[in-house]
């Protein structure tokens, strides 16, 4: 990976098409994040002028509360390591039943035995049971799929969301491109991410958090076996470009209070309960005029404590 430990590099169309591996960026502060998503939003409409008309992927943007982690899917952290898409899709095949009776909805899936033609091609594609594998992973079910959003300011909620004010590792908000508009190339017997697009019918949340998704796999005999995202990033130069900005954890609070401002928080993009609940104690907690105004009083309290100390 591209370290920039110290000044970040300014982000240019020419850094975009030849990345050949992940572009990590070290943020000061909240501010010259911003800075960056201005330069990466510029160089994205330049690169979309440039191709007169035709389709370039969206940028996503994905979110995690500590930059040690590696983007993995809940499938890959799940105790049980499940490789084949075959042995995956028999699981919540199995599981089918149960989960539609308690859910009181119906899904329209193939039977295992079914979906050899989709398995045996290796042109990425949603798999069998788009829709149902969403429902999985929007309650909890491990699954083999990677959300992000294409909204960054989403992203960076969840960043700071589940972080703490005074955790020593910085917080990553990353940002990828699926390719620079001239076509992808997918690997016969590599891993290949495939990008699963937002149109779905599944949880309401989905549409909250302008969710899209994606899938690493690589194809091997006749079966898809799972592989990790970052094994397929920057093996070809133009496509499968990711950015990685790391931001001091410290800048919760900034960060959070701005996109509060904006209606943004855990009430709007989850529509539940425990979301209003959590926004209603971050706004009591760490953004009301009660808390200003404490901190503001501890600051002018220990300015004039250091003043008494210098005149002793």
């Not at 440039?50 to 809940?74: C, K, M, V, W």
């Not at 539609?100 to 039977?111: I, K």
Request: glycine content about 4%.
């Amino acid at each position: 990976m591209q370290n920039t430990e110290m000044t970040a590099p300014e982000i240019t169309k020419q850094l975009v098409q030849r990345a050949s591996t992940t572009i990590e960026m070290k943020m000061e502060n909240w501010r010259e994040f911003e800075t960056k998503l201005s330069e990466l939003s510029s160089v994205y409409d330049e690169l979309e002028r440039s191709l007169s008309g035709r389709h370039l992927p969206h940028l996503l943007f994905r979110g995690q509360s500590n930059a040690r982690f590696e983007l993995s899917t809940t499938l890959e952290r799940y105790p049980v390591k499940i490789i084949r898409f075959s042995d995956y899709y028999d699981a919540i095949f199995g599981a089918r039943y149960e989960i539609e009776s308690a859910s009181h909805t119906t899904w329209e899936m193939p039977a295992p035995h079914e979906i050899k033609d989709a398995l045996e091609s290796s042109i990425p594609s949603a798999p069998p049971a788009y829709e149902y594998m969403l429902y999985l992973r929007h309650h909890g079910f491990p699954s083999p799929i990677l959300d992000w959003s294409r909204s960054p300011y989403i992203a960076a909620f969840f960043a700071f969301s589940g972080c703490a004010q005074d955790q020593t590792d910085d917080v990553a908000i990353y940002a990828y491109l699926e390719s620079v508009g001239s076509g992808k190339a997918s690997s016969p017997i590599g891993p290949t991410i495939a990008t699963l697009g937002p149109y779905a019918r599944t949880h309401r949340r989905h549409y909250l958090q302008q969710a899209e998704y994606t899938m690493c796999r690589a194809f091997v005999g006749d079966d898809w076996h799972f592989a990790q995202h970052e094994s397929a990033m920057g093996q070809v130069e133009g496509q499968d470009i990711l950015f990685k900005f790391e931001l001091p954890a410290s800048e919760r609070s900034v960060a959070l209070g701005t996109l509060d401002k904006f209606n943004l928080n855990a009430w709007s993009l989850y529509g539940s309960e425990e979301g209003l609940m959590e926004t209603m104690a971050m706004r009591q907690f760490e953004f009301s005029e009660r808390v200003r105004r404490t901190e503001l009083r501890q600051k002018y309290e220990s300015e004039r404590a250091h003043r008494w100390r210098k005149k002793a």
